[in-house]
């Protein structure tokens, strides 16, 4: 992980600084390394900079700290020392106006200590050099941007041509100027579509998978790649707490692996001889496309979803199609977003995260349909409420005790409440045939949002403002509507036996 202390913001390289002519800065000490990069200017006339500097400076300083007798004593090799120790990258002396010349025993300071020495002229401003520095700064940000920008764009249209998984690693590999992998769930190298070598059938493709190999560039030598299939496995899913993504290095060869998101143990890899800066990015938006194609290619998901929805429109029963799908038990999921409104990305989020694609967006809710042994979790910036399991036949009645589930959840304020599991009670003693007759009679009086607001009413024990909340309406409108209520059934509703039969009614009679 990078020192939080350096901005993110491209490196200068030194080079680049020293080749503005305007500056007219002169390199008379320390290494030459075309590698040397900056972070930052910084002007320090302190005789120890140490606990001013953070790592990554130009330091700048007139000199005006150094005493009369330094050159006789240890006073620049201790300045030099200190430098080096708080990581800084080159230190540049000012000429003007303390003095005339760089004093020799700093020269050779910074030589012994392999910091870059610069001198700077007189016509030349530490506030020139620093401007100098944020504009070199501000062309490379420009640079990384559009390149990055650039391989999104090639990534993506790689993504929607034959072979896509390919197209994407060999357009990963080409930005990055190094090499790109796919690796299986059993962590060998995948091939992406079940294809055989040349001159072999399909059942050599399907016996010999973990042999094939799905990847483009530049190969490594074994070394590096045995090393990368070590980092793929530290990322692979095995637990709470595996890192998502990780890097190393090997043999000079800077090594990255992504775990990727379709929960099918896919790893992507990349070795490239550098790291640039933007690199990090583009292999990202590469694991997110490979996440899609192999979650897709993996399960099957996207043509079984298809054929169901097809097979669903040309009249076939719900239950007839939900094979398809997998799983066997389902669970119903309300979820509503606590900032309104919600967009087909945070829909399909949520989807992601609860481990299902059966995502509907409606107006002021999602629904998920989530396969019964993934048990949904509280997530953040979300109210779900959850039914109880059922099979495709009863999926409707799953749908409303999710929405009253969500009502009960906003109502008590809860991230996510599950429909009760049922327990054998009084009702029980009468059919369901007899009871919601019964219930049908009694409410017949009531339109369907005032049943609604009784049913909520009373489930909070009639509470106005819980109500108010669980309704999204006032809490005078659930007054009026409470009222309306008690007028048209002709009864009076602060009567428990009343409550208790209305309650009964509303549970079994379906309005």
Excluded at 163 to 183: E, K, M, N, S, T
Excluded at 364 to 391: C, F, K
Aim: hydrophobic share 45%; glycine share 10%.
């Amino acid at each position: 992980m990078p020192d939080p202390a350096v901005p993110p913001t491209p490196p200068v390289a030194l080079s680049a600084l020293l080749a503005r002519e305007d500056l007219g800065l002169r390199q008379i000490a320390g290494p030459r390394d075309t590698n040397t990069v900056i972070h930052w200017a910084h002007t320090s006339e302190m005789a120890d900079p140490y606990p001013y500097l953070l790592g990554g400076e130009l330091l700048l300083s007139a000199g005006v700290h150094i005493p009369e007798a330094a050159g006789s004593g240890t006073y620049f090799d201790d300045y030099v020392s200190r430098i080096v120790a708080a990581g800084g990258a080159a230190l540049g002396f000012g000429l003007a106006p303390v003095h005339d010349t760089v004093p020799r025993a700093l020269v050779e300071a910074c030589d012994t200590y392999e910091l870059p020495l610069l001198e700077v002229p007189p016509q030349t401003t530490f506030s020139g050099v620093a401007r100098a520095v944020w504009q070199l700064m501000a062309q490379a940000r420009h640079a990384e941007l559009r390149r990055v920008t650039e391989a999104q764009q090639s990534l993506a249209a790689a993504a929607s041509r034959p072979d896509p998984v390919r197209a994407v690693l060999r357009q990963l590999a080409q930005r990055i100027g190094g090499w790109a992998v796919l690796y299986g769930p059993e962590g060998a190298e995948s091939a992406s579509a079940g294809r055989a070598p040349d001159g072999q059938g399909p059942e050599a493709a399907s016996a010999g998978r973990a042999a094939e190999i799905a990847a483009a560039g530049r190969e490594p030598g074994d070394v590096v790649r045995g090393a990368l299939a070590g980092l793929a496995a530290v990322v692979r899913p095995s637990g709470p707490g595996t890192p998502t993504s990780a890097t190393d290095t090997a043999a000079g060869t800077h090594l990255a692996a992504y775990a990727l998101g379709a929960g099918q143990g896919f790893v992507l890899g990349v070795a490239a001889p550098h790291r640039d800066t933007g690199d990090h990015t583009i292999a990202s938006v590469a694991a997110v496309l490979l996440s899609l194609l192999t979650g897709e290619h993996q399960s099957g998901s996207g043509a079984a979803r298809s054929s169901a929805l097809v097979r669903l429109l040309l009249g076939a029963e719900p239950e007839a199609v939900a094979p398809l799908l997998g799983g066997g038990g389902w669970l119903v999921v309300h979820g509503s977003p606590d900032a309104q409104p919600c967009d087909p990305v945070a829909a399909a989020a949520l989807g992601a995260a609860l481990g299902s694609p059966l995502v509907d967006l409606a107006r002021d809710v999602v629904r998920v349909l989530v396969p019964a042994d993934r048990e949904p979790a509280p997530q953040p910036g979300w109210t779900l409420g959850v039914s109880a399991p059922a099979t495709a036949r009863d999926w409707p009645a799953a749908d409303t005790q999710a929405a009253r589930a969500l009502s009960r959840a906003r109502a008590t304020r809860m991230p996510l409440h599950r429909h009760g599991t049922h327990r054998p009670a009084l009702t029980d003693l009468l059919s369901p045939g007899e009871a919601e007759a019964h219930a049908r009679a009694l409410l017949a009086p009531l339109t369907p949002p005032l049943a609604e607001t009784l049913r909520t009413w009373l489930s909070l024990h009639g509470s106005w403002d819980r109500t108010a909340v669980a309704l999204a309406v006032h809490r005078n409108t659930v007054r009026q509507r409470i009222a309306r209520c008690a007028a048209l059934l002709g009864t009076d509703l602060d009567d428990p036996d009343v409550r208790m039969e209305l309650w009964f009614a509303l549970r079994h009679g379906e309005r």
